[in-house]
Every structure is written in structure tokens, then in C-alpha cells.
């Protein structure tokens, strides 16, 4: 249904787009609270369940759209298996090299691979604003696996391997996001294809919270986690995110998402005590400068 001029308020799509960024800010360090729960486990009932709640959240819609989805099958499988990684990736990303670490790096990545993914499939070739944004990233990441050890306590201490699998993380979000976008058209409105990627990527995960789940149970306290995981950042947080969109253009809401690393981390300091050392303080410095280069607007090069 199309808005009217009159129903379109921005600043209202401004504090929504900050409000869900607020509540994925809490996502690594709500994990700190359950820690004999693994990191898979709590990766699988965040986006598992969250994603199947997304689906029913899309319902009549993304019945109606069968025909369009089935059409495109192989975009819904692409996205709903980087909805099925992500997760995996990310919180073991910040179980091994912290908090903030773990979600600059899944964060800061993602930008990066979602324009490669442009260049290598649509041939949009970066603008030099690109690459200088890609080079201070990738040397802020360099800088975080090789001098970030945390000053106090911040995950296992594998910094290194944390910062890996924050990249297997970001090119996971890249790829859903980028299947979503792409999976929008006619018969597709945004909140279906997000259902359908969602909905496949959280039956994915089905089997793994299945396996891992059981420490969930364990006690009220590791269940609540579990269940503030699943339905206030993962589920929530997107129909907050959705509800933006219909005030704010994406342009804008994905720069205002860009303030997560940063609640992150400051959650992350507050609460769970975590304090980087001097090199790591350096290196997430390097990848905020590069995602402010992101987020200006600039042209991309012609093909």
C-alpha cells in the first residue's frame, strides 16, 4: 500500500531504524549471560526462530508470492543460506575474539563483500571512495588480528580466528542482504522476500538448534536468553527495522544501522568489562573510518 506525502515522517523512520539498532547492539553481550550455552546454539535460536517468525509475520503475502519465489528458487536458496551462516559465524566470531571485535568485524566486512558481490554479478565497478574505504577496512582487520588482544576480558583470546569467521560473517550478511534486494519486484513486496529468506534460513537452522540447543533448557536463565534473542533483537528488531523503511529510504536506514558496532561495543564495555588493548583500539578505528566512507554518497563508476 502506497503512503501518502502526509503519512511519511522521517524522523519517526529515523528513531525506529535507531531503535532496532539499539537491540542488535545487545545481541553479544545478552550471549555473555548464558555462557555455558555455545555460540552455535545461541546463533541457531536467534536468527532460527527469529527467521521462522519473520515468515509468519510475511504469511498471506508470501503465500500469494509462491509463484514469483519459485520462479527465482535459486535467489531464495542463496539468501537463505547466508541467513543459515551468519549466525553461526558471527556469535562465534565474538565467543572467540569478544564482543566488539567480533561485530566491528562482521559489521565493518559486510559493505565490502556486498559491493563485490555488485562488481563480480551485476558489473558495477567500485568508486575510488570504494577502494580507499575497502583498503582502510581491510588494514583495520589486519591490525585487529595482529595487535587486538583484549586489556581485560573479551572472549577465548583467538583473536585471529575470530576475526575470520567475522568475515565468513560479513560475506553472509552480504549475500542475504543482496538476495533480498534482488528478490524484491513485482508479485514481491520487501517484507515478503525478507520472509522468504528468513523463513528458508531459519528452517536451516532447525537441525542445529536441535543438536546444540539442549544447554537452552538447561536452566530459566539460559532459556531466557535464548527466547530474548529470538524475539526482541532478531524478531523485533527487523519489524522495527521494516516499519522504518516505510518512512526513511534504505540509503538512509543502512547508514543509520552502521551505529550497532558502536552500542556494541559500548555494551560490551559497560557490562561485560571488555577494554581492547592499544592496537585494537587502532584497528577499530581504521574500519569506523572506513564504514563512514561507506556511508557518504558517492557514484560508482561506469561499467
Do not use: N
Amino acid at each position: 500500500m502506497m503512503l501518502s506525502a502526509s503519512s511519511v515522517r522521517p524522523g519517526f523512520g529515523v528513531l525506529l531504524v535507531l531503535l532496532a539498532s539499539l537491540l542488535w547492539g545487545t545481541t553479544g553481550t545478552a550471549a555473555t549471560f548464558a555462557p555455558e550455552v555455545g555460540p552455535l546454539a545461541i546463533g541457531a535460536v536467534a536468527l532460527g526462530i527469529g527467521g521462522l517468525l519473520q515468515a509468519v509475520v510475511a504469511g498471506r503475502g508470501l503465500v500469494r508470492a509462491l509463484p514469483h519465489l519459485r520462479a527465482r528458487w535459486g535467489l531464495v536458496l542463496f539468501g537463505g543460506l547466508g541467513v543459515f551462516a551468519y549466525p553461526l559465524a558471527f556469535y562465534s566470531s565474538m565467543h572467540t575474539a569478544g564482543v566488539t571485535i567480533g561485530t566491528v568485524v562482521s559489521l565493518g566486512s559486510a559493505p565490502v563483500f556486498a559491493a563485490l558481490l555488485d562488481w563480480a554479478i551485476d558489473r558495477k565497478r567500485p568508486s575510488r571512495r570504494w577502494l580507499l574505504a575497502a583498503a582502510l577496512g581491510l588494514a583495520g582487520m589486519a591490525v585487529l588480528s595482529l595487535f587486538g588482544g583484549h586489556a581485560s576480558t573479551g572472549g577465548t583470546g583467538q583473536v585471529g580466528l575470530g576475526v575470520g569467521l567475522g568475515l565468513v560473517a560479513g560475506v553472509s550478511y552480504a549475500g542475504y542482504a543482496w538476495a533480498a534486494h534482488r528478490l524484491i519486484g513485482p508479485g514481491v513486496d520487501s517484507r515478503v522476500a525478507m520472509g522468504a529468506v528468513f523463513g528458508l534460513g531459519g528452517l536451516l537452522l532447525m537441525p542445529v538448534l536441535i543438536a546444540t540447543g539442549g544447554p537452552l533448557l538447561s536452566s530459566w536463565r539460559t532459556f531466557g536468553v535464548g527466547a530474548y534473542m529470538a524475539l526482541v533483537p532478531m524478531f523485533l528488531g527487523y519489524v522495527l527495522f521494516g516499519l522504518a523503511l516505510r518512512h526513511v529510504d534504505a540509503t538512509t536506514a543502512t547508514v543509520l544501522t552502521l551505529s550497532e558496532p558502536v552500542i556494541a561495543a559500548g555494551f560490551a564495555a559497560l557490562i561485560v568489562g571488555e577494554r581492547l588493548a592499544g592496537g585494537g583500539i587502532v584497528g577499530v578505528c581504521l574500519i569506523g573510518a572506513s564504514l563512514v566512507l561507506f556511508a557518504l554518497p558517492s557514484k560508482r563508476a561506469k561499467p
